[in-house]
């Protein structure tokens, strides 16, 4: 469900955080979501407002954190728990969202293809 951990290719054998698929029988490829995550102006290209789109939903989460906090100052102590762990939940699904976007972009159109893998964010994984 969520993203694998495996080498990046054109950075030196890196590992990373990887959104997987199958693009035809036997091929599958891998998008480095965790680059396209920390900069999410390379996904500008693919499509516009898309750094605005993962940035929002960055401080979304990192709101419902400080709510959480801050409930747990003036409610209830344990509040702090469900803000922790909806702001990691919604980080990790943050980033598989910039993979998904790379995925329907790179499915969907040769040269947004090609971008990807020009840029180092897109490659063939060997079985």
Same mark, same amino acid.
């Given at each position: 469900?969520?993203? *694998?951990?495996?080498?990046?290719? /054109?950075?030196?054998?890196?590992?990373? @955080?990887?959104?997987?698929? #199958?693009?035809?029988?036997?091929?599958? $490829? !891998?998008?480095?979501? #965790?680059?396209? $995550? @920390? #900069?999410? /102006?390379? =996904?500008? $290209?693919?499509?516009? *407002?898309? *750094?605005?789109?993962?940035?929002?939903?960055?401080? !979304?989460?990192? !709101?419902? =954190?400080?709510?959480?906090?801050?409930?747990?100052?003036? =409610? !209830? %102590? %344990?509040? %702090?728990?469900?803000?922790?762990?909806?702001?990691?939940?919604?980080?990790?699904?943050? @980033? *598989?969202?910039?993979? #998904?976007? +790379?995925?329907? +972009?790179? =499915? &969907?159109?040769? &040269? &947004?293809?090609? $971008?990807? /893998?020009?840029?180092? +964010?897109? %490659?063939?994984? @060997? +079985?």
């Amino acid at each position: 469900m969520f993203l *694998k951990v495996s080498p990046n290719p /054109h950075a030196g054998g890196r590992l990373t @955080r990887t959104l997987q698929f #199958e693009a035809s029988p036997g091929q599958t $490829y !891998a998008i480095d979501a #965790e680059r396209l $995550y @920390r #900069e999410p /102006h390379l =996904l500008n $290209y693919l499509e516009a *407002k898309n *750094k605005l789109r993962i940035r929002a939903l960055d401080v !979304a989460a990192y !709101a419902i =954190l400080v709510f959480g906090v801050l409930g747990a100052f003036f =409610l !209830a %102590w %344990w509040l %702090w728990v469900p803000g922790v762990a909806l702001c990691a939940l919604m980080l990790s699904v943050n @980033r *598989k969202s910039a993979g #998904e976007i +790379a995925r329907t +972009a790179a =499915l &969907s159109s040769n &040269s &947004s293809f090609l $971008y990807l /893998h020009t840029i180092g +964010a897109l %490659w063939l994984v @060997r +079985a």
